[in-house]
């Protein structure tokens, strides 16, 4: 072989290790961890309170966002977390913290996020699954009325 092509497959084989090294290698812990729990609370992401006064919206980065359509403070931000060994969330807003747990029927893309418990749930507290696709407003329905 002459130099010229020893050069060329040298630097190939480095080409091909640099690649391998750059695109194949994944950190999924590093990654598994700033996601913890987002999996579940993906359908969840995107919420309303009781009244459907508030929105809450959750993001995979850990932020929050929260809205108020009927408070002067219409909107804050804040950062959720997950504790794996309670199998809760946290949201905290403005340094207030509220734990929540999941409530989703198994089959359906809806979900509640529970303050309390099961057994004695804070419903104004608590937040429900929203979707604009999936929330028919009844007061636009003019039932054939012209």
């Known amino acids: 072989m002459t130099n010229s092509l020893k050069f ?18 994944t950190d999924k812990p590093q990654n598994e961890a700033l996601t913890l729990g987002w999996s579940e609370l993906v359908s969840c992401s995107d919420l309303m309170s009781l009244d459907g006064t508030q929105q809450l919206t959750l993001s995979e980065n ?49 979900c509640m996020l529970i303050k309390g418990n099961v057994e004695a749930a804070d419903l104004r507290g608590s937040w429900f699954s929203s979707s604009a696709e999936d929330y028919d407003d009844p007061r636009e329905d003019d039932h054939g009325a012209r």
């Open 8 to 25: 060329f497959v040298g630097v190939l084989l480095v080409g091909a290790i640099v690649f391998w090294i750059t695109f194949k290698r």
């Open 62 to 110: 850990h932020s929050v966002r929260f809205h108020d359509e009927g408070s002067s403070e219409v909107s804050k931000t804040g950062l959720w977390s997950y504790d794996e060994p309670s199998n809760r969330y946290s949201v905290t807003l403005s340094d207030q913290t509220s734990t929540y747990f999941i409530v989703a029927p198994k089959g359906t893309n809806t």
